[in-house]
């Protein structure tokens, strides 16, 4: 039996991808412990996986600034949170590590610097996991939301991957934070932390499908292409009563969400009151936080804090949402039109994809109301030609699944070759 540790940073959408992963290699009879804050505490457990809660290094406050939700000021802010939960990851881990010992693998986004430290520190083999095409930054494709992205197409590739090599805008609001904690652990501190702390030699792992995001040639060489994982916690948590009493009661609603992190959402909630009340349509509002939900819903609304969308999208008509990779993955098992409304980090891209994808149709969140809202979600309900698009997505997505026995040998074979390069 293995160890196996993971390291996941962000809100739902970034975390149960690898709670995921942590359910199958548990299947196959590894030990596996995630390392974030205590929210994620109780799913984790449910899935098999033992849990060490950190400090959150400021990160929920973050999710409250107003500017977190903006492309560029979001990622500064993210940045500077992952400079600052550095030391709390760090200190959980050994906490971890005193009683179980140094682990075989570790999983963790390649912005999640306290696993690269680890592996220049102890010589464990870390796989860097990408969730989204964005986070390849290829300059082959390059994603939109990131900075000039319009200017940068207008180039010729070569000029591009100069500009990716040489410019790093948000390096510098966390390499203090990496500089410090590598002097503190002995550790050379890197120059760029693209160039000297980029891929993984072990390997990368990118969680989405070939249909939806297409390797590209500046892609690392020791990349397995996987497929969405799928993963809602739908087999611990069922449908509320009250939601699916609601669901029995009449037509097939309009699902809106703007993510679980969001705590600046009753704009968008009060706005997809009227469209509702103007399209005649039901609607089930999802919001982990109840004061961005309207008072006084009209009894065609229902608010829930969470439902899994695997249960509850099957139920739906339209799904209206941020494009978090995971949200929009969900819509396109399900086979639904989607209406995106991006705020900052690989949700516009997302939206992007999906709109080519002829699936879907996108409102960046600054320019959402009631007028320009209105054709965008009436088009959703009504365009036979999406729906039936969107339908064949679905066909797709389930035709060209990939086994999880793929993913989980590929994972282990990581951790033979690191054992192998030190024996």
Known sequence: MSQIVLLPHGTAGDVLPYIFLGRKLVERGHRVTMIWIESFRAAAERAGLQYVAMDDGGFEEMLKNPAAWHPHEGLKLGFACAGRCLEPRLKAFFEDMACNGAPDLLLAPRSNFAARLLREK????????????????SAYEVPAGILAA???RLLPVFVRKMIFAMVAPYDSF????????????????????????????????????SWYGQPQPDWPKNCLQWDFPREDLSTEKALPAELCAFLDA???PVVFT???GNHHALHFFTTAVKLCERLGC???????????????????????????FSALLPHARVFVHHGGIGTLALGCMAGLPQFIVPMACDQPDNAERLEKMGVGVKLDVSRFNFDRALPLLKRCLEDERMRHKAEACAKLAEENRMPESVLV?????????TAAGQS
């Open 250 to 252: 009449g037509e097939k």
């Open 258 to 260: 703007l993510g679980t």
């Open 174 to 209: 966390v390499m203090p934070y990496v500089r410090e904690s590598c002097l503190a652990h002995g550790v050379m501190p890197p120059r760029k932390l693209n160039r000297e702390w980029g891929y993984p030699p072990e390997g990368v792992l990118a969680l989405f499908p």
């Open 122 to 137: 102890l010589g464990v083999s870390f796989v860097s996991v990408v969730i989204y095409p964005m986070g390849f930054v």
């Open 150 to 152: 319009g200017l940068l």
């Open 282 to 308: 039901r609607a089930v509002f999802l919001s982990r936080d109840q004061s961005q939900i309207p008072d006084d819903l009209p009894s065609t609304i229902h608010a829930v804090q969470y439902a899994a």
């Open 409 to 417: 040998d590929w994972l282990e074979e990581r951790m033979k070759k």
